[in-house]
């Protein structure tokens, strides 16, 4: 048993062509399930759909099993933020299956496996320049989707039986999507106290998060390197020296 948990050890941490190919393996499956989540949260339960949370519930409990196992300080790994949304994640997908047709909340805890996404950012930006240059941009992407998909599932659970205009996670979509930007068509609107309540906190704490993130998505493109001299840590791709005080700086490139 230990020799086997070595080896589980070397494929999650080891530099090895084979551990590698096994990490890049698991971020392609994460990735693949992050999609199918997003896509089925716009369809109603079928039996094929209820399998396959299923059989994903088994693999993500099973891959979280042999993390615990093989992690050197357990207590402390079973509480870490990332740990208990996939426990969140698992607990979801296996009790899918066994619960009434209706028990939507189930698909706002889903969206926590979205939070994964930050894993492989980390994975692929130590392989590939574009990740590396890209990495502020690309999580708060992963950040603003997230948010963007919880504030649906909510907005879905609390008002799809209420409110005679949101019959779809589609419905529930177009109002939050509609509300951050701040168009407000007001075609659909949050009915009862409890959806009141529901828009005022989108609004309030929704725009303004949507649009930093926005900002930071889109401002034009910058790499983390710390300056030694004053600190600063945002610099231009091609900088030669700190646009702060001067100093030289050394960020690596691959060249022309």
Known sequence: ?????????VLYTADTPTAESFRVGLMAFDITAI???IVVSF?????????IDFALGLFFLVEFLARFWISRRKWRFVFHFGSLADLIVIFSLLLAPFVSENFAFLRVLRALRL???HRAIEELRQKYAYFARNEE???SMVNLIVFIFVC?????????KQNPAINSYV???YFTVATLTTTGFGDITLVGDYGHFLAVLIMIFGISLFVRLAQTMFRPAKVRYECPACGLVRHDPDAVHCKHCGEVLHIETEGI
Do not use: C, G, K, N
């Open 1 to 9: 048993m230990h020799q086997l948990r070595e080896r589980i050890r």
């Open 35 to 37: 999609l199918f989540f």
């Open 43 to 51: 369809l109603p339960d079928t039996t094929t759909i209820l399998a």
């Open 115 to 117: 939070l994964r996404s």
């Open 137 to 139: 941009m690309l999580h």
């Open 152 to 160: 649906t599932a909510v907005v879905y659970v609390l008002q799809v």
């Open 171 to 173: 419905d529930a979509l």
